[in-house]
C-alpha cells in the first residue's frame, strides 16, 4: 500500500481481554517502530524493529506488551490482560534503514479498555 | 521527566500572519529535531527536520530555528493558511543507530480566516 496500515481503528476491549493490533509497513521499509499515545500527550516510543529483529523493547511499559515481527514486514502489537492505563492511541511507523530517513507514521489504533 | 517540552498547548493566528510555536529540551545528547503534523484521527506527519550542526532550514513557508546554547528550537510559519490548523509536535532524537523520537506534548495551532 500507499502508506503505514494499521488495523483494527478502533477497539473496545473489556479489562482483562487480551488484544491484538497490527501493522502492515510501507513496502521495503526495513525499520518498524509502535508508540502509545494516551490522550493530550504526545506519542511515546514503545519498540524498534530492523527488519525481523527487535532491537529496543525498552518503552514497553509491562510484561503485558509483547511486539513481533516475524518475517520482517507485518507486526502485531499483543497486549495481555487490558488495563484502563492501557487506554491509547497506539501509533505504528515505518521508514528505510536507519537512520536519517523519515518516519512514516500510520494513523493508528485507538483502544479503549473499559 | 519531559525531555521535550511544548509549554503553549494552543495558539490562534490569523491567515497571511506568521505563526511562531516553541519548543524547549533539556537532554543535551539531542542532536537531531522534527516537527511534525498532526490532523485529528490521523496519524502525525513529517513537516520539517534540523540537524543540530545547522541552526536553520528551510522549506517552503516552514522554518525551523535552533539554538544550541538555549536548548530551544521554533518552528515558523508564513504566512499561515486555515489548512495549517492542526497539533504540531516537536521531537528530538540522538543518536543510538535509529531515530527513537521523544516527542513534546504538542501545539494546537488554529488559523482563522
Known amino acids: 500500500g500507499a502508506g503505514v496500515s494499521q488495523s483494527p481503528r478502533y477497539k473496545v476491549a473489556k479489562r482483562g481481554q487480551d488484544v491484538a493490533l497490527r501493522c502492515d509497513p510501507i513496502s521495503g521499509h526495513v525499520s518498524l517502530f509502535w508508540y502509545q499515545q494516551a490522550l493530550g500527550q504526545g506519542p511515546e516510543f514503545l519498540t524498534y524493529?530492523?527488519?525481523?529483529?527487535?532491537?529496543?523493547k525498552s518503552g514497553l511499559p509491562s510484561d503485558r506488551f509483547f511486539a513481533e515481527r516475524p518475517e520482517g514486514s507485518v507486526s502485531t502489537l499483543k497486549i495481555q490482560r487490558t488495563q484502563q492505563e492501557d487506554s491509547a492511541v497506539y501509533l505504528c511507523?515505518?521508514?528505510?534503514?536507519?537512520?536519517?530517513?523519515?518516519?512514516?507514521f500510520g494513523e493508528g489504533s485507538w483502544l479503549t479498555v473499559v | 521527566d519531559q525531555q521535550v517540552k511544548q509549554n503553549s498547548p494552543s495558539l490562534s493566528v490569523q491567515e497571511g500572519r506568521i505563526s511562531i510555536l516553541n519548543c524547549d529540551y533539556t537532554n543535551s545528547m539531542f542532536d537531531y529535531f522534527l516537527w511534525y503534523k498532526k490532523y485529528p484521527a490521523e496519524g502525525p506527519t513529517f513537516l520539517i527536520s534540523?540537524?543540530?550542526?545547522?541552526d536553520k532550514n528551510e522549506d517552503g513557508r516552514f522554518t525551523v530555528f535552533l539554538n544550541k546554547s538555549a536548548k530551544h528550537l521554533s518552528l515558523h510559519i508564513v504566512p499561515s493558511q486555515p489548512g495549517d490548523s492542526a497539533v504540531y509536535f516537536c521531537a528530538a532524537s540522538a543518536d543510538t543507530g535509529f531515530q527513537k523520537l521523544v516527542f513534546g506534548t504538542g501545539t494546537r495551532l488554529l488559523v482563522s480566516p
Open positions: 511507523a515505518s521508514s528505510l534503514s536507519e537512520p536519517g530517513n523519515t518516519i512514516y
Open positions: 534540523i540537524s543540530s550542526i545547522k
Open positions: 524493529f530492523q527488519n525481523e529483529a527487535q532491537l529496543d
